[in-house]
């Protein structure tokens, strides 16, 4: 039972008549939370603001209690024989709310007059961050010479707030062991060890009294890798009645249950000299945070968005500060690109509107700026570090797939049947890796099998594929004798969740470690069993062999009898394997073109032809690199021109079904070309630097920089996304305004 209400006060709530209801098990609220000890779900990591304020963290109860602060937050749960008998006494609970007034609009919500979410937030500020290198001295000196540079670019870049709509919604199965007094979820994410560490310690259990279990998931975008209220009502409640209880969201539940993405707001300004040269950025983004903090949401918004400038570009000085606002509204927590799609949108549509200031073009300019191949590693004003990039080289491989050359020609050719038609660039350095510590095992199960177990989880990425390759190829033996599984925190395996492109990098890494570590033991189980000295031990496709004799023994042949040695106690260990890495972060970069075509008549927007040229590092498997790059883009594609989570002034989310959110079906998504510059890093062994995001990352700036190209005069540069046929027709029918 949800709050319809976006900000009321909870006066009362009687269940007595759903309790009594026809099939009713029991009916929880935030007082039978209270007496299990699970009272506050808020968690977040550390985060300082200006001068060393802290990030508010107001706590969030899994059942509310004494307020709501937004529309569908949960309020009661009904356990019950039947769905049906659970939907039908969940009408029975009656809650008496006293509504009070929501703001749900972050620029409002820090006027001194809007109401106040938390007492301990003034303002409905979370957070003033000052950047990722705080130094009021660089504020000073980007101020002085935005002040007195020759021409400076400025943008309000929109990133409007986007439902995630995974093709699967979330659910669970949570059941309890009364004799091991230990609990087990089942549950949809895209890492069972996250979600286990923070369910568990909001229950106030040691990790080992919870097993979290994830099998298939239909996609997660980022929005599964954390633990929600649901779940820790179902432990609750499970351990209450001694049997498991169910819960699976359908789609409407789902549009008020899940955390929603992007929404923020960022203000830039690009300073250049006579000739075109950036010489300092600076960025203010407002970033809505939801009625609560969801576990990174504030991360998102200033470590994974600053980290991303200044992109290709050497600009001397940048300063970027981020405010953190609260909102009566669904919580913001990742969503595949996770700040930098609102990084690379704001710093490409301040370069573009550079280009036309100056009146020069887009990709000369671009180039005129590119950090060079000389220049590498380079260390920006931000404080990352670029191992390497060939910028110039993608973006040429980019214009040459695109035909750049031949776009005046197609342009022509559109206006001879009375349409615009506009080509936009999307230039962009993201970042990959985030936690850097992930582990992999290897087990032998017998039968000439081996099993890659991984901590993180697969929600369509195809690591069933790239990784059990991978693993085969490095140790001689056929691809099928490998087989993936992932998601169970009873493999022991250390990490975190499948999020911000990092699994090729940080589990293939480990992946190898496991593969490294379990050969060198196995050469001295095989020496043994062989009756020779280890050192003239060597592994080659699949077998242990002698040096200069035929005598040999297989992989899995030496794993058998380790085994059996092991139980009997003459040898410690046997061949199964665990490895943990750290895997330092990398900076995939790629151009993306975009050319859309406008019917001036209907504000139409067709998108006619999509390139997108990446360096994502070495390929482990290029038909999964190509449809990571499809999959991202047409997701991209969807934000630039048609998706919005829409909430009304009292908080009702009005674009809550898919009869109102319009998603990109396949004849909206154009043709792609995909083309790769692989420049490999040496921070990981396998070269690679991540590619999940990148379709995210550049194509709204893509797609929305060609609209505005497109429309004559200029009037499709303050069209903000979602770029719909009405407000694409308006800004046409001011084009031919003022041609008139």
């Known amino acids: 039972m949800r709050s319809p209400h976006a900000f009321a006060r909870i006066l009362s709530v009687d269940v007595e008549a759903a309790r009594n209801a026809p099939g009713v098990l029991a009916v929880l609220t935030a007082a039978d939370m209270a007496a299990a000890n699970v009272t506050n779900m808020a968690r977040h990591v550390a985060i300082n603001g200006r001068n060393g304020a802290k990030l508010i963290l107001p706590p969030r109860p899994p059942l509310a209690d004494e307020r709501v602060l937004h529309v569908g937050q949960p309020v009661a749960a009904v356990i019950a024989e039947t769905v049906r008998a659970a939907r039908d006494a969940a009408e029975l609970v009656a809650v008496s709310y006293e509504p009070m007034q929501p703001v749900v609009d972050m620029r409002a919500a820090i006027e001194p007059s809007s109401p106040q979410l938390w007492p301990q937030a003034p303002g409905n500020s979370a957070l003033d961050w000052p950047g990722l290198v705080p130094d009021e001295a660089n504020e000073r000196d980007v101020d002085r010479i935005i002040a007195t540079a020759p021409h400076v670019a400025r943008v309000t870049a929109v990133n409007q707030r986007v439902v995630v709509a995974s093709m699967e919604p979330r659910g669970a199965t949570a059941s309890y062991d009364a004799a091991a007094d230990g609990y087990t979820l089942r549950v949809c994410s895209q890492g069972a060890g996250s979600v286990r560490d923070m369910a568990a310690s909001v229950m106030g259990l040691d990790r080992d009294k919870l097993r979290v279990i994830t099998e298939d998931v239909g996609g997660a975008f ?64 407002l970033a809505n945070m939801g009625g609560f903090l969801a576990p990174t949401g504030a991360h998102l918004a200033t470590n994974n968005f600053a980290k991303c400038f200044p992109g290709m570009y050497r600009i001397p000085r940048v300063d970027i500060g981020v405010r953190c606002v609260f909102t009566n509204t669904i919580p913001t927590a990742p969503y595949r690109g996770a700040g930098r799609p609102e990084a690379n949108y704001l710093m490409e549509r301040l370069v573009d509107e550079a280009a036309r200031l100056l009146d020069k073009d887009r990709a000369k300019l671009r180039r005129r700026n590119f950090i060079p191949r000389s220049a590498m590693p380079y260390k920006t004003p931000v404080g990352t570090e670029y191992e390497n990039g060939e910028f110039e080289a993608v973006l040429a491989k980019a214009l040459g797939l695109a035909d750049y050359v031949g776009f005046s020609k ?20 993201e970042h990959a890796g985030g936690n850097p ?34 693993v085969a190829e490095k140790l001689g033996i056929k691809p099928e004798q490998v087989r993936h599984r992932h998601g169970d925190t009873n493999f022991g395996i250390k990490g975190g969740p499948a999020v911000a492109s990092r699994t090729a990098m940080t589990a293939g890494n480990a992946s190898l470690r496991a593969v490294e570590t379990m050969l060198a033991k196995g050469r001295g189980i095989a020496a043994a069993l062989l009756e020779v000295r280890e050192q003239d031990i060597s592994y080659r496709d699949g077998f242990f062999e002698v040096a200069g004799t035929n005598h040999r023994l297989s992989l899995f042949e030496t794993a058998a009898r380790a085994r059996e040695k092991a139980a009997r106690g003459e040898i410690a260990e046997t061949l199964d394997t665990m490895a943990t890495v750290e895997t330092p972060q990398t900076f995939p970069n790629g151009c993306h073109i975009a050319e859309v075509e406008i019917d001036p008549d209907t504000g139409l927007v067709t998108a006619l032809d999509y390139t997108a040229v990446d360096d994502c590092g070495n390929m482990l498997d290029h038909a999964l690199v190509r449809d990571q790059l499809h999959g991202g883009i047409a997701q991209g594609l969807g934000q630039a021109l048609m998706e919005l989570g829409y909430y009304d002034d009292s908080g009702q989310l009005v674009s809550g079904s898919f009869l109102d959110y319009a998603m990109p079906r396949a004849d909206d998504v154009p043709s792609i070309k995909v083309g790769y510059h692989p420049v490999p890093v040496a921070s990981n062994p396998l070269g690679v630097k991540g590619v999940g995001e990148a379709g995210t990352t550049g194509a709204p700036a893509a797609l929305m920089n060609a609209i505005a190209d497109a429309i004559p005069g200029g009037a499709g540069a303050a069209i903000d996304m979602p770029a719909t046929a009405e407000k694409v027709w308006r800004a046409c029918q001011e084009a031919r305004r003022v041609a008139a």
């Open 437 to 470: 510590t992930e582990g992999a095992a290897l087990a032998f199960p017998g039968a000439d099998m081996l099993e890659l177990r991984l901590g993180v989880q697969s929600t369509g990425q195809g690591h069933a594929s790239a990784l059990t390759r991978l």
């Open 222 to 285: 980022g929005m599964k890798s954390a633990a929600y209220p649901e779940y820790l009502v179902l432990l609750v409640a499970a351990r209450q009645l001694g049997r498991p209880v169910h819960w699976m969201a359908d789609r409407s539940e789902a549009f008020l249950s899940d955390s929603q993405g992007r929404d923020a707001i960022a203000e830039g300004e690009l300073a250049l000299d006579e000739n075109g040269k950036f010489l300092a950025l600076r960025v203010r983004q």
């Open 410 to 429: 197609r342009r022509r050719e559109s206006l001879r049947r009375g349409r615009y038609r506009g080509i936009g660039f999307s230039c962009f350095v």
